[in-house]
C-alpha cells in the first residue's frame, strides 16, 4: 500500500477544519486585538505536540517544531486579523461583531497553517525545524513590523520563510507567484499646508491655503511623469483634500492626504524626498507652508529565486505542474510579510480561490463586504506548506 499524500490526510480532515474556519470567521479581530483567534491557534498548536510561544509583537504566536538533528529551519506565516468592514455575504457564519469581518481571507490563511502543523507534527517526515508564524495586524497596522521587533528572527530563526495570500481572481486548484519584485511598497502621507483665511469676496486679505493645496497635487503628479525612471512603477494618488467650510471665507489651512506605491525601495525614497522638497516649495511660491506627514507602511515585496523554486516545486507537487504559475503579474497593493522578507530569504505565492462556476471564473474580490473565503482551498494551501517543509528539510540532508 502506498503512503498517503498529504494531501489525502488534509482531505480527510476537511470537515473539521472547515468548521475552524468559519469559526475564526463569525469571530473576526481587528490588527492587535487577535486574542481569541490567538489563544485558538495556541491551543490547537499546544494539542497538536508543537511548542507555543505567544504574545510576540502583541497578539502574535509562533509555534516551534523540530525533528531529528538537522540545523536547518524555516518559517510558514499566516496572518490573522480582519478589517473594518460590515459583513453583507448573507453566510451562516457571517461575523458577529457589527463593522468588523474577515474580508481578506486571513481567516483562511490562519486555518491552512495550523492544518499543515498538525499534519506535520503528527505525520511530518523532516529533520530540522519549522516555525509556524501567526502574525496579527497585517492590515496596514505594522503586525509585521511589531513582531521582527519583538526578536521574531532571532528567537526563532528562519534561514527561508514562506507565506501565502488566497486569490479571489484565480480558480481553485492553481497557485501563482511572480520570481523578483511581486507587490508593492506603500506609503500614506499628510500634507498640511497653512495660509491666511479671510473673507472670501477679500483674496488680497490672505493667503489661500485651498488654492496652493490644488497646487500642490498638480505639482504632485510630475514625480511620477518626470522624476521616477519610466521602467519603475509608482502611483502617487491624493484621495483626500480637506479646507474651508463656508462659502464666503478663505480658511487658514488645507489638507491633503494620499497613499504612494513604488516596485522598488528606492523608488519609495525618491519619492518621498520630492514629496518633502515639492510640498513647501509649491507652498513657499503662494507664501504658505506646507508640512508634510509621510509614513512607510509597506516594503516592496521581492521572492527570492531559490525560495521561489522551493514554492512551486511544493505546489506543483499538490496540483501538478500545470497549475502553478511564475507569471503572475505584478501586483500593486502591499503585504506587511514583506518587511520579514527583507531580513530572511522568502516566497509568497497566491492561492487560487474561485469555485469552479461562481460569478463567471471571478470572485468577489478581498477588501469587499461580499467577500468569504473558499474552504475546498484549505487543503490545498496545507498540503503545499507540509509537501513544502519534507522537501526543504529532508531527512537524508547530509
Ligand atoms: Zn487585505
Ligand atoms: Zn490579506
Redesign the pocket.
Known sequence: MTKPTPLDTLRQWHPEFTALRQDIHAHPEIGFTETRTAAIVAAKLKEYGIEVHTGIGGTGVVGVLRRGNGQASIGIRADMDA?PIHEETGKPYSSIVPGVMHA?GHDGHTTILLAAARYLAQHGDFNGTVNFIFQPA??GLGGALAMLKDGLLERFPCNFVYGLHNSPGMALGKFAIRPGPAMASGAFFDITIRGRGAHGALPEMGIDPVLVACHVNTALQSIVSRNVPPAETAVVSVTVIQGGDAYNVIPDSAVLRGTVRTALRSTMELLEAAMRRIAPGVAAGFGATAEVDFRFIFAPLVNDAQATDDIVAAARAVVGEENVSTTNGFIMASEDFSFVMEKAPGAYINLGNVAPGEAGATGVQ??NPGYDFNDEAIPLGAAMFCELTQRKLPKDFA
Open positions: 478589517l481578506c497585517e492590515e478581498v477588501h
